[in-house]
């Protein structure tokens, strides 16, 4: 039987893949791996040979139609909310609180999971309801991944409606509270789209790094104040990682 079946031939197969999805020149991929250049030349033949690695005619490396092939079905057939329920439950038994993900879809977001902590109430949402972006934790969160001409659009085509006496209904009043979502990494509700109600979230990226969702944490404004809210954040940031992770988004290296 041929060493390349053995587990150690195997994982440096993988490892070999996987630098080449970040790098496209073979000097690269030998650091990025740390392998002997004569193995990752052995690995980088096979591979190209079976189409998971496609060499250009200048030398470069990149995906070949195998694992192009292998990504659109794997991509085709992602359901998010079925990849987020073990994050989410995870995240229940963190907080005690109920959490959702909504789903960015044009100037709303949708719910598409939630999970209820052990709590006498149940909040107001639904899996499938549409929610603003402007006055709700997941919506900010998304719309301060946004340039400012998308944002400009997106104020101009909602008209920013009040949805409590607390929602930010003018541009400035959105835009300043977006600069700290940014500076934080973090969205805040503090009863902006109900009543008694506050929450925290965090965006969630896909496999091309573009914000599609984001998961938050729920909680009554009797219960914790906004401070404490605030207080929930790594853990939705974290579970936002997790959940981008399985997507396939990689974070971006300094």
């Known amino acids: ?11 440096k ?11 496209s020149r073979f000097t690269d991929v030998v650091n990025a791996t740390g392998l002997a250049k004569s193995t990752v030349h052995r690995i980088m033949a096979s591979l190209v040979e079976h189409e998971f690695v496609a060499q250009a005619d ?8 195998k694992a192009l092939r292998l990504a659109g079905h794997a991509l085709t ?23 959702h993900v909504g789903l960015l879809n044009g100037d709303e977001a949708i719910y598409v999971a939630r999970l209820d902590g052990p709590k006498p109430y149940r909040m107001p949402s639904r899996v ?4 603003w972006l402007h006055c709700t934790g997941i919506g900010k969160a998304l719309l301060a991944e946004k340039d400012e001409d998308a944002l ?8 920013l409606p009040a949805r409590t006496p607390l929602t930010h209904t003018t541009a400035a009043a959105l835009k300043t509270d977006l600069a700290q979502v940014r500076t934080r990494g973090y969205a805040l509700d503090d009863e902006e789209n ?6 925290v979230a965090a965006v969630i990226h896909d496999h091309t790094g573009a914000a599609i969702a984001a998961v938050s944490i729920s909680t009554l404004s009797l219960e914790q104040s906004i401070a ?24 971006p290296t300094n």
């Open 128 to 131: 499938g309801k549409a929610i």
């Open 194 to 199: 109900e009543p008694g109600i506050r929450c």
């Open 1 to 11: 039987m041929s060493d390349m079946s053995s587990p150690s031939a195997i994982d």
């Open 77 to 99: 057939n992602v359901d998010l909310a079925t990849v987020a329920r073990p994050v989410l439950a995870d995240l229940v038994a963190q907080t005690r609180c109920t959490v």
């Open 58 to 65: 200048d030398g470069s490396y990149h995906p070949g139609p």
């Open 228 to 251: 404490q809210v605030a207080l929930m954040a790594p853990a939705a940031i974290e579970a936002a990682r997790k959940i981008s992770a399985a997507l396939g988004y990689r974070e």
């Open 13 to 23: 197969t993988l490892m070999v893949l996987d630098a080449v999805l970040e790098h």
């Open 152 to 159: 400009d659009l997106h104020i101009t085509r909602t008209g």
